[in-house]
């Protein structure tokens, strides 16, 4: 069994809507509630709802320090006079594969690590640092949303017709995406 006092890497991920963000807000309210110390990023390029919150699409809410990049979340930790116990990273998907290692190293050090991110891009393709990071994980949560077409749950991202273009990196909510299983996923239309 696992003990909870020492360092680990938890990863929810899924398409979106499935309720990554709500998920990794519950967990470190929960480690608040447990008087750690708590500290939460986020890439700055995800300003959908709020420059420095993370914001989940029910509308929960966590402060957070968007950054640029890997290098500047190490800046961060360098930075601070007291070591924190937990951290939070929301949108993993978009940072490079220097996060796996800095997340490894974190966890070695005696730090829980709860990052959540998209496992596919909405061409059905492994999304940027995920698959590694689900591979050195310790633990791995796989949400589904529900499927707007059917009801079913849903494993992908669907992006709508009126949206589409041709890069990975579009980041957009409700209007551009809807969550689809599989099937409703290859079905296309929209
Ligand atoms: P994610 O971070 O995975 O994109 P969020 O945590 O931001 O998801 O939002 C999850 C919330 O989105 C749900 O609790 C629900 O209120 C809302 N929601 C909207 N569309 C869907 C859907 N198709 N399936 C599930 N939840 C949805
Ligand atoms: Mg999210
Ligand atoms: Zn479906």
């Known amino acids: 069994m696992r003990q909870l006092n020492s360092g680990l890497i938890e990863v929810i991920c899924?398409?979106?809507?499935?309720?990554?963000?709500?998920?990794?807000?519950r967990r470190l309210r929960r480690?608040?509630?447990?008087?750690?110390?708590?500290?939460?990023?986020k890439p700055r390029i995800d300003n959908r709802f709020d420059e420095v919150q993370i914001v989940s699409h029910s509308s929960?809410?966590?402060s957070s320090i968007p950054v640029e990049d890997v290098?500047?979340?190490?800046?961060?930790?360098?930075?601070?006079?007291?070591?924190v116990d937990f951290i939070g990273i929301d949108e993993v998907q978009f940072f490079n594969e220097a996060l796996i290692l800095f997340v490894e190293n974190l966890a070695n050090r005696g730090m829980r690590v709860i990052l959540s991110g998209l496992d596919q891009d909405s061409n059905g393709k492994p999304f940027g640092p995920m698959p590694n990071l689900l591979a050195v994980a310790d633990i791995v949560?796989?949400?589904?949303?529900?499927?707007?077409?059917c009801g079913a749950a849903a494993s992908k991202?669907?992006?709508l017709k009126s949206q589409q273009n041709s890069a990975q990196v579009f980041v957009g909510a409700s209007e551009s995406y809807e969550a689809r299983c599989r099937p409703c996923y290859h079905k296309g239309v929209s």
């Open 60 to 62: 929960q809410k966590i």
């Open 31 to 41: 480690a608040k509630i447990a008087k750690k110390r708590v500290l939460v990023f």
């Open 157 to 159: 991202s669907y992006r």
């Open 141 to 149: 949560t796989k949400q589904y949303a529900v499927c707007m077409m």
């Open 71 to 83: 290098e500047t979340m190490e800046h961060c930790l360098r930075q601070l006079d007291s070591p």
């Open 14 to 25: 899924g398409p979106m809507f499935s309720g990554k963000t709500e998920e990794l807000i």
